[in-house]
Protein backbone atom coordinates (compact mmCIF):
# COMPACT_ATOMS: atom_id res chain seq x y z
CA UNK A 1 0.00 0.00 0.00
CA UNK A 2 2.80 2.50 1.27
CA UNK A 3 4.43 1.62 -2.62
CA UNK A 4 1.02 2.36 -4.14
CA UNK A 5 0.93 5.87 -2.74
CA UNK A 6 4.39 6.51 -3.70
CA UNK A 7 3.72 5.85 -7.24
CA UNK A 8 0.41 7.64 -7.56
CA UNK A 9 2.21 10.50 -5.86
CA UNK A 10 4.82 10.59 -8.48
CA UNK A 11 2.86 9.94 -11.70
CA UNK A 12 0.70 13.33 -10.33
CA UNK A 13 3.91 15.02 -9.87
CA UNK A 14 4.90 14.16 -13.39
CA UNK A 15 1.66 14.97 -15.07
CA UNK A 16 1.46 18.51 -13.23
CA UNK A 17 4.84 19.10 -14.12
CA UNK A 18 4.67 17.91 -17.81
CA UNK A 19 0.99 19.72 -18.89
CA UNK A 20 2.48 21.81 -21.38
CA UNK A 21 4.70 19.01 -23.06
CA UNK A 22 1.43 17.36 -24.65
CA UNK A 23 -0.73 18.33 -27.82
CA UNK A 24 -3.87 16.38 -28.96
CA UNK A 25 -5.08 16.64 -32.24
CA UNK A 26 -6.78 15.35 -35.46
CA UNK A 27 -5.37 15.41 -39.22
CA UNK A 28 -7.08 15.06 -42.87
CA UNK A 29 -5.10 14.29 -45.61
CA UNK A 30 -4.80 13.15 -49.41
CA UNK A 31 -3.05 9.59 -50.08
CA UNK A 32 -2.01 7.80 -52.85
CA UNK A 33 0.04 4.62 -53.37
CA UNK A 34 2.82 3.14 -55.00
CA UNK A 35 2.28 -0.32 -56.30
CA UNK A 36 1.67 -2.80 -59.42
CA UNK A 37 -1.88 -1.30 -60.65
CA UNK A 38 -1.67 1.98 -62.51
CA UNK A 39 1.43 3.60 -62.94
CA UNK A 40 3.66 5.35 -65.89
CA UNK A 41 4.26 3.98 -69.07
CA UNK A 42 7.46 2.23 -68.32
CA UNK A 43 7.94 -0.39 -65.88
CA UNK A 44 7.77 0.37 -61.46
CA UNK A 45 9.14 3.25 -60.75
CA UNK A 46 10.76 4.15 -57.19
CA UNK A 47 8.86 6.54 -54.45
CA UNK A 48 6.25 8.84 -56.24
CA UNK A 49 7.42 8.90 -59.73
CA UNK A 50 4.76 5.95 -60.65
CA UNK A 51 2.16 7.62 -58.69
CA UNK A 52 -1.73 8.39 -60.25
CA UNK A 53 -3.28 11.64 -59.11
CA UNK A 54 -6.45 11.03 -60.49
CA UNK A 55 -6.18 8.09 -57.56
CA UNK A 56 -5.82 10.43 -54.92
CA UNK A 57 -7.75 9.00 -51.94
CA UNK A 58 -8.28 10.33 -48.29
CA UNK A 59 -6.63 9.75 -44.74
CA UNK A 60 -8.37 10.79 -41.50
CA UNK A 61 -6.87 10.48 -37.69
CA UNK A 62 -5.81 11.79 -34.78
CA UNK A 63 -2.66 12.13 -32.36
CA UNK A 64 -0.84 12.66 -29.13
CA UNK A 65 2.24 14.10 -29.08
CA UNK A 66 5.04 14.60 -26.33
CA UNK A 67 7.83 17.11 -26.20
CA UNK A 68 10.67 14.24 -24.95
CA UNK A 69 13.86 16.63 -25.48
CA UNK A 70 14.00 20.20 -26.58
CA UNK A 71 14.67 18.92 -30.01
CA UNK A 72 12.78 15.88 -30.05
CA UNK A 73 8.76 15.19 -29.91
CA UNK A 74 7.56 11.70 -29.92
CA UNK A 75 4.10 11.15 -31.56
CA UNK A 76 1.15 8.24 -32.09
CA UNK A 77 -1.32 8.39 -33.98
CA UNK A 78 -3.92 6.55 -35.66
CA UNK A 79 -5.42 6.77 -38.96
CA UNK A 80 -8.11 5.89 -41.62
CA UNK A 81 -7.14 6.01 -45.21
CA UNK A 82 -8.23 4.50 -48.39
CA UNK A 83 -5.97 3.50 -51.49
CA UNK A 84 -7.25 2.79 -54.92
CA UNK A 85 -5.58 2.12 -58.39
CA UNK A 86 -7.05 1.17 -61.34
CA UNK A 87 -5.48 -0.26 -64.90
CA UNK A 88 -7.31 1.29 -67.05
CA UNK A 89 -5.75 4.81 -66.02
CA UNK A 90 -2.11 3.39 -67.06
CA UNK A 91 -0.35 4.64 -70.02
CA UNK A 92 1.22 0.91 -70.08
CA UNK A 93 -0.03 -1.26 -72.69
CA UNK A 94 0.48 -4.85 -70.72
CA UNK A 95 -1.01 -3.34 -67.31
CA UNK A 96 -4.02 -1.93 -68.84
CA UNK A 97 -4.52 -5.11 -70.66
CA UNK A 98 -3.80 -6.86 -67.62
CA UNK A 99 -7.06 -4.80 -66.26
CA UNK A 100 -6.69 -4.97 -62.57
CA UNK A 101 -8.67 -1.94 -60.05
CA UNK A 102 -8.58 -2.38 -56.26
CA UNK A 103 -9.40 -0.46 -53.18
CA UNK A 104 -7.90 -0.78 -49.72
CA UNK A 105 -9.53 0.56 -46.67
CA UNK A 106 -7.08 0.91 -44.23
CA UNK A 107 -6.36 1.44 -40.41
CA UNK A 108 -2.74 2.49 -39.69
CA UNK A 109 -1.08 3.13 -36.00
CA UNK A 110 2.56 4.34 -35.67
CA UNK A 111 5.10 6.01 -32.98
CA UNK A 112 7.59 8.18 -34.61
CA UNK A 113 10.50 10.42 -33.00
CA UNK A 114 10.65 13.78 -34.74
CA UNK A 115 13.59 16.08 -34.43
CA UNK A 116 12.93 19.60 -35.31
CA UNK A 117 16.08 21.23 -36.98
CA UNK A 118 14.40 24.37 -37.38
CA UNK A 119 13.01 26.67 -34.58
CA UNK A 120 11.88 30.23 -34.53
CA UNK A 121 9.64 30.43 -31.13
CA UNK A 122 8.55 34.25 -31.23
CA UNK A 123 7.46 34.65 -34.61
CA UNK A 124 7.24 38.28 -35.44
CA UNK A 125 9.70 39.26 -32.56
CA UNK A 126 6.99 40.50 -29.99
CA UNK A 127 9.27 39.21 -27.40
CA UNK A 128 5.50 38.24 -26.02
CA UNK A 129 6.60 33.82 -27.16
CA UNK A 130 2.61 33.97 -28.48
CA UNK A 131 3.08 32.59 -31.82
CA UNK A 132 6.15 30.23 -33.13
CA UNK A 133 7.20 27.65 -35.89
CA UNK A 134 8.61 24.29 -35.94
CA UNK A 135 9.96 22.15 -38.96
CA UNK A 136 11.06 18.55 -38.33
CA UNK A 137 11.79 15.56 -40.06
CA UNK A 138 10.65 12.17 -38.52
CA UNK A 139 10.97 8.18 -38.74
CA UNK A 140 9.28 5.71 -36.74
CA UNK A 141 7.43 1.94 -36.92
CA UNK A 142 3.60 1.33 -37.54
CA UNK A 143 1.63 -1.37 -38.19
CA UNK A 144 -1.68 -1.43 -40.17
CA UNK A 145 -4.94 -4.06 -41.17
CA UNK A 146 -4.56 -4.14 -45.08
CA UNK A 147 -8.02 -5.71 -47.18
CA UNK A 148 -7.73 -5.17 -50.89
CA UNK A 149 -10.88 -5.93 -52.98
CA UNK A 150 -11.88 -5.45 -56.34
CA UNK A 151 -14.45 -4.28 -57.98
CA UNK A 152 -16.23 -6.92 -60.33
CA UNK A 153 -19.91 -7.21 -61.80
CA UNK A 154 -20.89 -4.44 -59.66
CA UNK A 155 -19.82 -5.25 -56.26
CA UNK A 156 -16.76 -5.12 -54.09
CA UNK A 157 -15.02 -8.78 -53.64
CA UNK A 158 -12.17 -9.08 -50.69
CA UNK A 159 -9.23 -10.68 -52.38
CA UNK A 160 -7.06 -11.76 -49.75
CA UNK A 161 -9.59 -15.08 -48.90
CA UNK A 162 -9.30 -15.89 -52.09
CA UNK A 163 -5.42 -16.37 -52.65
CA UNK A 164 -5.42 -15.22 -56.12
CA UNK A 165 -1.41 -15.47 -56.90
CA UNK A 166 -1.68 -19.12 -54.62
CA UNK A 167 -0.23 -17.48 -51.83
CA UNK A 168 -2.00 -16.51 -48.32
CA UNK A 169 -0.58 -12.88 -47.08
CA UNK A 170 -0.90 -11.60 -44.11
CA UNK A 171 -3.59 -8.76 -43.50
CA UNK A 172 -1.58 -7.16 -40.99
CA UNK A 173 1.81 -5.34 -41.73
CA UNK A 174 4.33 -3.38 -40.48
CA UNK A 175 5.76 -0.09 -42.16
CA UNK A 176 8.25 2.38 -41.53
CA UNK A 177 6.82 5.85 -41.45
CA UNK A 178 9.43 8.83 -42.24
CA UNK A 179 8.68 12.16 -43.69
CA UNK A 180 8.84 16.22 -42.76
CA UNK A 181 6.69 18.44 -40.92
CA UNK A 182 6.18 21.95 -39.91
CA UNK A 183 3.59 23.35 -37.41
CA UNK A 184 2.56 26.90 -35.97
CA UNK A 185 1.51 27.49 -32.59
CA UNK A 186 -0.40 30.21 -32.61
CA UNK A 187 -1.33 31.87 -28.74
CA UNK A 188 0.49 29.84 -27.61
CA UNK A 189 -2.54 27.13 -27.61
CA UNK A 190 -3.26 26.18 -31.03
CA UNK A 191 -0.66 24.42 -33.51
CA UNK A 192 -1.68 24.52 -37.37
CA UNK A 193 0.31 22.00 -39.08
CA UNK A 194 1.19 20.40 -42.31
CA UNK A 195 3.33 16.93 -43.32
CA UNK A 196 4.50 14.43 -46.17
CA UNK A 197 4.41 11.18 -44.42
CA UNK A 198 5.89 8.14 -46.60
CA UNK A 199 5.22 4.67 -45.56
CA UNK A 200 7.47 1.79 -46.70
CA UNK A 201 5.71 -1.31 -46.01
CA UNK A 202 6.82 -5.25 -45.91
CA UNK A 203 4.48 -6.35 -47.74
CA UNK A 204 3.92 -6.16 -51.84
CA UNK A 205 -0.53 -7.11 -51.48
CA UNK A 206 -1.24 -3.78 -50.72
CA UNK A 207 -3.02 -4.43 -54.30
CA UNK A 208 -3.44 -7.67 -54.01
CA UNK A 209 -0.64 -8.33 -56.70
CA UNK A 210 2.47 -9.12 -56.30
CA UNK A 211 4.53 -12.08 -58.52
CA UNK A 212 3.15 -14.34 -61.35
CA UNK A 213 -0.39 -16.34 -62.15
CA UNK A 214 -0.91 -19.50 -60.67
CA UNK A 215 -0.77 -22.58 -63.11
CA UNK A 216 -4.62 -22.66 -62.49
CA UNK A 217 -7.09 -21.13 -61.26
CA UNK A 218 -6.40 -21.48 -57.49
CA UNK A 219 -9.99 -21.74 -56.28
CA UNK A 220 -13.56 -21.22 -57.37
CA UNK A 221 -13.74 -18.33 -58.64
CA UNK A 222 -14.92 -17.56 -62.39
CA UNK A 223 -12.44 -17.64 -65.01
CA UNK A 224 -13.25 -14.05 -65.90
CA UNK A 225 -12.12 -13.19 -62.12
CA UNK A 226 -9.08 -14.65 -62.40
CA UNK A 227 -8.06 -13.65 -65.50
CA UNK A 228 -9.71 -10.20 -65.84
CA UNK A 229 -8.59 -9.55 -69.26
CA UNK A 230 -11.49 -11.35 -70.86
CA UNK A 231 -13.66 -8.67 -69.75
CA UNK A 232 -12.11 -6.44 -72.24
CA UNK A 233 -13.48 -8.72 -74.99
CA UNK A 234 -16.60 -6.62 -74.60
CA UNK A 235 -15.33 -3.49 -73.63
CA UNK A 236 -12.33 -3.00 -74.94
CA UNK A 237 -12.17 -5.35 -78.13
CA UNK A 238 -9.79 -3.27 -80.01
CA UNK A 239 -6.79 -3.53 -76.84
CA UNK A 240 -7.58 -7.53 -76.88
CA UNK A 241 -6.91 -7.67 -80.79
CA UNK A 242 -3.53 -5.60 -80.35
CA UNK A 243 -2.30 -7.94 -77.93
CA UNK A 244 -3.77 -11.46 -78.56
CA UNK A 245 -0.19 -12.24 -79.86
CA UNK A 246 1.79 -12.03 -77.18
CA UNK A 247 -0.79 -12.52 -73.97
CA UNK A 248 -2.90 -16.30 -74.77
CA UNK A 249 -5.74 -16.83 -72.47
CA UNK A 250 -5.05 -20.11 -72.82
CA UNK A 251 -1.44 -19.59 -71.46
CA UNK A 252 -1.35 -17.32 -68.70
CA UNK A 253 0.18 -19.55 -65.95
CA UNK A 254 3.07 -19.01 -65.02
CA UNK A 255 3.19 -15.60 -66.78
CA UNK A 256 4.32 -12.15 -65.06
CA UNK A 257 1.29 -10.75 -63.08
CA UNK A 258 3.38 -8.13 -61.12
CA UNK A 259 6.55 -6.71 -59.79
CA UNK A 260 7.65 -9.05 -56.71
CA UNK A 261 10.93 -7.27 -56.52
CA UNK A 262 9.46 -3.78 -54.84
CA UNK A 263 7.35 -4.02 -51.82
CA UNK A 264 4.24 -1.68 -52.19
CA UNK A 265 3.97 1.86 -50.14
CA UNK A 266 1.74 4.99 -49.57
CA UNK A 267 2.40 8.03 -48.95
CA UNK A 268 -0.05 10.89 -47.35
CA UNK A 269 -0.18 14.47 -47.61
CA UNK A 270 -2.19 16.82 -45.42
CA UNK A 271 -2.57 19.23 -42.72
CA UNK A 272 -3.12 18.82 -39.28
CA UNK A 273 -4.75 20.58 -35.76
CA UNK A 274 -3.71 20.15 -32.55
CA UNK A 275 -4.38 22.12 -29.16
CA UNK A 276 -1.67 22.49 -26.32
CA UNK A 277 -2.49 21.09 -22.99
CA UNK A 278 -1.20 24.23 -20.46
CA UNK A 279 -1.74 24.61 -17.28
CA UNK A 280 0.22 26.92 -14.44
CA UNK A 281 3.70 25.47 -14.05
CA UNK A 282 3.90 23.43 -10.82
CA UNK A 283 7.71 24.70 -10.15
CA UNK A 284 8.29 27.34 -8.15
CA UNK A 285 12.01 28.87 -7.45
CA UNK A 286 12.80 31.37 -4.91
CA UNK A 287 15.51 33.64 -5.14
CA UNK A 288 16.80 33.36 -1.32
CA UNK A 289 18.70 29.53 -1.32
CA UNK A 290 17.08 28.22 2.26
CA UNK A 291 13.81 26.58 1.46
CA UNK A 292 12.78 27.92 5.34
CA UNK A 293 13.86 31.46 4.71
CA UNK A 294 11.12 33.98 6.05
CA UNK A 295 11.46 36.05 3.14
CA UNK A 296 10.50 33.68 0.44
CA UNK A 297 10.19 35.46 -2.54
CA UNK A 298 8.27 33.06 -5.16
CA UNK A 299 8.33 33.30 -8.67
CA UNK A 300 6.43 31.95 -11.56
CA UNK A 301 8.26 29.81 -14.33
CA UNK A 302 6.65 31.11 -17.94
CA UNK A 303 5.67 27.84 -19.55
CA UNK A 304 7.24 26.79 -22.53
CA UNK A 305 5.40 26.03 -25.83
Known sequence: MKHFIVLIFLVCTVSLKSQWLWDFGINACAANYLG?????????????????????????????????????????????????????????????????NFRNDIYDAALTAEYFFYENNDLGNTYRYRNGMRAYIFAGVGGFMSNPKTYYKGQWIALQPLATEGTQYRKFVLNIPMGVGLYFTLNKKNRIGFEINYRKT???????????????????????????????????PDLVASNQGAYDSHNFGGYKRGDSKHKDAYITVGFSYSRVLRGKSSFYRTRNSGFFSKKRKMRKIRAKF
Request: overall charge positive; glycine content about 10%; charged content about 30%.
Open 36 to 100: DIGGGAGTRKDFVADLKLAKTRWNFGGFARYKWRPKVSLKFAVDYLRLEGDDALSSNPGRRFRNF
Open 202 to 236: FTDYLDDISGNYPASNPGDMPDDFYIRTQELKTTN
